[in-house]
């Protein structure tokens, strides 16, 4: 049995159909799906381009396919391209694959709709939270409040019709996205911890340490991540007699006035804009050359980028939105958009060395709840439980034949023809 995958990530294509990614969803990520199905088809934007730089990474491959949507960015070029988009992903969907959305995405809204008018099985992989996505200080946006409204109401029906359902977190977005009771329901984080993602001890800081280097991670294309609320904090610090260097690994359409807000707060000199780098060595050599990690995010699931900084055994500082209580003590955590508190938090922190020892210590021993062999035998339940569903369903409309058989006798209206 195939599977069709919706992911809400932008990708390239060469002219030799090759598909590419900067840093994540590669080819390797698509190896936990192939564990339990023939070949994965991935439903996701992909911009035609010349050629791309030498550093990505390539997507498609062996067992792994893309379908491409029309390229936008953005609430009005989806809107501009709506019927090229629905046509794309009906065309997409195959009876009798298997479909996983990885939500919340507006590629699988569509979907969705196609979804129930057969009352056809599929699971979801809930990976974020669309109202804190839309919490204020987080978009920019007119329509920021209906938003907030709508797609989190459409994440509610999703997961309640789904017959499998996995979080990123363990209990935070359950609550606010239920499964239906009925569901194979679980939970396990995007991040792919292999034993080469951890130190093998906890940091031990020296007593007297004269300056600090910060790190965080995240994408620079919206402020879900806050580093503007960061920046900010930083400036505070380093009014008080902090001697800061904040450095950020991402890159987006907000970077430009985020190096304009350094430039205002007088930090061109400690704020350090690295931009994208690959997933791996590039990022964990920037993680071990810091001294602490700070990702005061205004939404998150669960943040990836702290998982794989506890790895590392850095002292970590997140807001209280989304899974980080699952993963921090309340200590660790300030409320989102507390400039000020989340000042004073870092030099708590950086100023009490016997402090940063024991945060090194704690989040290097969590981080080890989220290793590869872990997580991976959860997938796997849930695939095979998706796979069982699709082929029952295929069964009853079907009869007792071959899935891959017939499939143009069912039309996306609903109806068996």
């Not at 194979?184 to 280097?213: G, I």
């Amino acid at each position: 049995m195939n599977l069709l995958l919706t992911l809400d990530h932008r990708f390239h294509r060469t002219p030799n159909g090759a598909v590419w990614t900067q840093t994540t969803f590669a080819h390797s990520f698509y190896q936990r799906y192939l564990q339990v199905f023939e070949q994965v088809r991935v439903l996701a934007r992909i911009r035609d381009v010349p050629s791309v730089p030498p550093h990505w990474k390539r997507a498609d491959g062996e067992g792994v396919s893309f379908v491409a949507v029309p390229y936008y960015v953005g609430p009005v070029q989806y809107v501009l391209r709506i019927r090229q988009i629905k046509q794309a992903i009906r065309n997409a969907f195959t009876i009798g694959d298997a479909v996983i959305m990885r939500v919340s995405s507006p590629l699988a809204n569509y979907l969705y709709t196609l979804l129930q008018q057969n009352n056809y099985p599929y699971g979801v992989e809930v990976v974020g939270d669309p109202y804190d996505v839309f919490a204020p200080g987080s978009v920019k946006h007119p329509f920021r409040a209906f938003f907030r409204w709508f797609f989190p109401r459409q994440l509610r029906q999703q997961c309640a019709g789904a017959c499998a359902a996995s979080y990123v977190t363990e209990y935070t977005l359950q609550q606010r996205y239920p499964p239906a009771n009925s569901a194979f329901s679980t939970h396990y984080s995007s991040a792919e911890l292999l034993d080469e993602a951890f130190v093998s001890v906890p940091r031990l800081p020296p007593q007297e340490m004269d300056r600090f280097t910060i790190i965080t991670v995240g994408t620079l294309d919206q402020l879900y991540k806050a580093p503007d609320v960061l920046i900010k904090a930083v400036a505070i610090c380093v009014a008080k007699g902090l001697n800061l260097q904040l450095v950020l690994v991402g890159d987006g359409k907000h970077r430009a006035e985020l190096e304009a807000q350094v430039a205002e707060l007088g930090l061109t000199e400690r704020v350090h804009f690295l931009g994208e780098l690959p997933a791996g060595d590039a990022v964990r050599t920037q993680l071990d050359r810091a001294d602490i990690f700070v990702l005061p995010s205004h939404q998150e699931g669960l943040p990836r980028a702290m998982i794989e900084a506890m790895a590392r055994a850095l002292p970590c500082i997140g807001s209280t939105v989304g899974g980080f209580p699952e993963l921090l003590p309340p200590e660790d955590m300030v409320s989102p958009g507390d400039i000020a508190g989340l000042a004073s938090k870092i030099q708590a922190v950086l100023t009490d060395s016997k402090r940063m020892a024991g945060m090194s210590a704690r989040n290097l021993e969590k981080a080890r709840e989220y290793r590869e062999e872990v997580l991976n035998s959860r997938r796997v339940c849930l695939y095979q439980r998706l796979r069982e569903k699709t082929e029952q369903w295929w069964q009853i409309h079907r009869g007792t034949g071959e899935p891959q058989k017939h499939r143009n006798d069912i039309n996306l209206s609903g109806k068996v023809i």
